[in-house]
């Protein structure tokens, strides 16, 4: 039969999404089910004097209002923790509902529960809280300043850590020696995930049991039961069941733990019924973890020849109000790390310190931390084209890693299993006709208001964190392998209980096509069961663009483990020996004799019968594996955006996206394709227009849609992709990941290539996102 | 997003509409519902009771006579941006219709309720103002007509009173000789206008006659600019600039994307270019 892996077959999940009869947490209902309403403080900061709960409980239909006092009264451990310890890292309590402070705009003080959401609305409007409002910090760079108000007294300072990687004398040296230096200060503007589906919860106690059902909008069910029960609960992990149904978009967002979700849980035990919740999109926009938020400095020392002799970096990165649950390793281990690039840098230094300010907490958002690496680096490596004379693609060029220098050891920490960067710029420079547009850009240089620029982005992106020792070492609480229970049954049809939960990618499409390629079997003969803890053996969920590499290898590995049984089995029905059999396209054969063969039905019929059978194999036909990879998965890629800038207005026009990624081997090019595009929108989106901002006093200014500016198709071009094909070399799929390398590598492209338009004005920078406003104010002054 | 508990009521009719309105204190009256409703999730707007005017079949249409055209209060952007009456007798309308929002919004939002709504970032107001329209208005005492120019008073508040019901606005066919455009600069989050130039002009032997410009966004309603130096011009491209530079607001708006000085900035290229874009339609 035709291979499956690497074919474009149509997404199974679709036609129920498309036809509106995907069921999401809030489309759920179960008997009995009450509505939570979560009151939250308005003031950024503010101690809390008093609540009255009175004229909300009069309310009819209103069931409950609770407060702090009922979470310390139901004697649980009442805080949502940290799931990534650093060393000396501040970790000052996060109470489920504040008890006597508040320290961000949405911070949750108390909850009603009603028989219906607009009771329970109305009732949250009634609960009376009185506040005293505080000085607040928003600002990462100003909660730094002496004098800043403080978010704990805990944090001196506001500083949660103080974190470094690599060494600083050679980097000293290096630029005292250098014959080219350039230097920035930039920010990473601070982003809103914008999952279209709100966050949800309906979770359903039952006190006849003592068990707990929670449907909820996960990315890691396993992981979300475990901080649940362990820190916010206080429950037996055994009477917790959570089920991720559908899940309308993460990227990030619903890895983390929440206070919502485990003072809905609260709610179901007091009340003994059903309780659910769903975000507003106000309340999504207060209380999802936001990304990135960090300011930094950083320079890059060069030779004579162009060559790199040291990277500086020094980065304050905001935390947020609390440290959300990986919030710490995310700045750090996602970050630093990758700050060698595609180049061969040999002396880095990359210093961090994480701050507390009175803002929606920060966590990990599609790219993590390498987003704000690569764009660190690759804004130095347009400067460093400028500075050498060299331009934007010898500069790079003349830096990448050479193909024969893999493994490369990076000086921060990171060892590239693998790597071939030039040909991606080569096929990226053909693609956009480089040469012709730079003549185009030349001819318009004095003539007229509307310049072009060309801007580079040659990204390295590290997925699927892991060994998981190592991560264990650097302060990760949790461990990064994955799970694949794989089950062929009686009629050689095939179940998969992967630990890795979908939301939005099309695993059950790609793992199908994962076993069905493995097995010789048709995709349509495999389910793929995912986010369900009752029915899946533990597992680490979908983020960090892991799910193929270390999902996908998990299921390889279980499949492997069947085949190997199988051989046994079929060596005992065919008399032969189990060495001598070869399995392939669906069949057990003998080798050398083509019509001694039994097909995997054949095979898996007899392991359930098990009448005749081998002595010493038990029955059955399934393989349990947890795939624990040796090496995070290396891919890479070079991207290129055109723009037109209108200097009279500062407004930016997208005219081409060209995209050239190396993701290793690919098991469905259309989901590829399609990962690429929504991770470069996000990016292109940082870039242009997203921004949370906060005022003064810390109210998000940009807290709704009608502000904070997600792009939408209209602003975007067809993007031009290609791939080249560096296999990942140690595991079993040669895959690397996805699901965001074009978050990763977009904003610095599209942001290179408006400071190259503008380059005749002397404009060597414009902070993201590069509103026509800014870029106006930058052409005049 | 749960709005606070409202009654809902249905108007059979425009009398029917006018008596609900005369019963119920602090009744709002929704057309397509594009502006009243996520007002009224945000709880910004808490009507107790909400009166549907939206199947008011004589408040619909587009038509033309005696050398203007009307257009029915409840007529949706997507039908006057599509209108063949229009685009013979005052395309403007219809450019400017066109870049309301998305498809579905345009399907139901309605020209009464947008100008009754009165965002200072609409698209209807500036070209209203520019055509020299009127806004006609209808009250259990009879019906009386306002000046575009007139209607729109501040910020979100306009001439409507309490008691009164928009039905139509009516505005002058554009004659021959006469080109008109609107451009907008639009908000990369809401989509409405950051600013929105609507301007004509009139040609006739090659030399300008007439012309008008009108500005939205900037200031909290509609800014007419004074090009009548461009009269008696060949409508050099130099002229028109210095025209559209006359553009001036007091107090103008500013947000988190775009400032007050940024605005009068933009709302005097876009002029320009308006300006240039009628000059060659004209």
Redesign the interface.
Known sequence: MARVLGTSIKRREDPALITGRGKYTDDLKAEGMAHAAIVRSPYAHARIRGIDTSAAEALPGVLAVLTARDVAAAGIPGVVPVGWLLPDLKTPAHPMIAADTVRHVGDAVAVVVAEDRYIARDAADRVAVDYEPLDAVADVVAALEDGAPAVHEEAPGNVAFDWEIGEREPVDAAFASAAHTVELDLRNNRLIPHAIEPRAVLASYDSSTGEMTIHMTSQNPHVHRLLMTLASLGMPEHKVRIVAPEVGGGFGSKIHHYADEAIVGLCSMKLDRPVKWTATRTETNLTDAHGRDHSTRCALALDADGRITGLRVDTAAAMGAYLSTFAPAVPTYLYGTLMSGQYDIPAIHCHVTGVFTHTTPVDAYRGAGRPEATYVVERLMHLAGDATGLGPVEVRRRNFVSPDAFPYQTQVALAYDSGNYGPAMDRALEMIGYDDLRGEQASRRDNGAKQIGIGFSSYIEACGLAPSAVVGSLGAQAGQWESADVRVHPTASVTVYTGSSSHGQGHETTFSQIVADRLGIEPEAVEVIHGDTDLVQFGMGTYGSRSAAVGGSAIAKSVDKIIEKGKKIAAHLLEASAEDLEYEDGSFRVAGSPDRALGLGDVALQAYLAHNYPDDLEPGLSATSFYDPANFTYPFGTHVCVVEVDTETGTIELLRYAAVDDVGNVINPMIVDGQLHGGLAQGIGQALWENAVYDESGQLVSGSLMDYAVPKIHNLIPFELDRTTTPCPHNPLGVKGVGEAGAIASPAAVVNAVVDALSPFGIDHIDMPLTPEKVWRAVNS | ?????FDYRRAGSVTEALSLLQENEDAKLMAGGHSLIPMMK??LAQPPVVIDIGRLDELKGISEAGGSVRVGSLTTHADIAASDVLAAHCPVLAEAAGHIGDAQVRNRGTIGGNIAHADPGSDIPPVLVLLGASVHLQSPSGTRSVAAGDFFQDLLMTDVGEDEILTHVEAPALGAGTGAAYLK?E????GYAVVGAAASVTVQNGRCTGAGLVVGGVSATPTAVDVSSLVGTDLSDDAIAAAASGLDAEDPIG?????GD?RV??GK??GKRALAAARDRA
């Open positions: 997003m749960y709005p606070a508990q945000l709880r600069f908000h990369p989050a809401s947000d988190i994307f775009a400032s940024y900035h933009v290229v876009y």
